[in-house]
């Protein structure tokens, strides 16, 4: 079973509600492609921010004069560090934008979780 946080977002009476689900866990796509995973889930500060240490560690290491992959280690350490708090990361972008913490769902799957939690909130229309 995996856990997911849900975020509500009221657009208005006539726009609607928006909801996000955000798994709980390591995220491997954000360890591999760190500011790419930001861009996918259009976090564009954060995907900004995320490209500039990227470079920032590989131009320091240029900078200091050290060999070719010694940045190497830096940048995995860091890409760590996003991997492991890219949920938290995603639910501070999200709160940027006007979502709201809506509750916890647990499901075998993202289809699973988000099924129970329509089930227990008929209020909220399925898109």
């Known amino acids: 079973m995996r856990i997911y946080t849900v975020h509500r977002r009221d ?26 995973w930001a861009f996918w889930h259009s976090h564009w500060m954060l995907g900004l921010v ?3 240490v990227d470079l920032g560690l590989t131009a320091l290491a240029g900078w200091l004069d ?4 010694t940045s190497l280690p830096f940048t995995l350490a860091w890409h ?11 639910r501070w972008s999200l709160r940027l934008r006007g979502y709201v913490a ?3 769902v647990a499901g075998e799957n993202l289809a699973m979780a988000e099924w129970r939690y329509f089930e227990a909130h008929p209020e909220i229309p399925r898109q």
């Not at 050290?66 to 992959?69: I, K, L, M, S, V």
């Not at 760590?80 to 995603?90: F, G, K, Q, T």
């Open 11 to 36: 657009r208005g009476l006539f726009k609607g509600t928006e909801i996000a689900f955000v798994k709980e866990g390591f995220s491997w796509p954000a360890l591999a492609f760190t500011f790419l």
């Open 80 to 90: 760590l560090v996003v991997a492991i708090s890219a949920d938290e990361l995603n």
């Open 66 to 69: 050290r060999p070719e992959g």
């Open 50 to 52: 995320l490209l500039a």
């Open 102 to 104: 809506n509750g916890v």
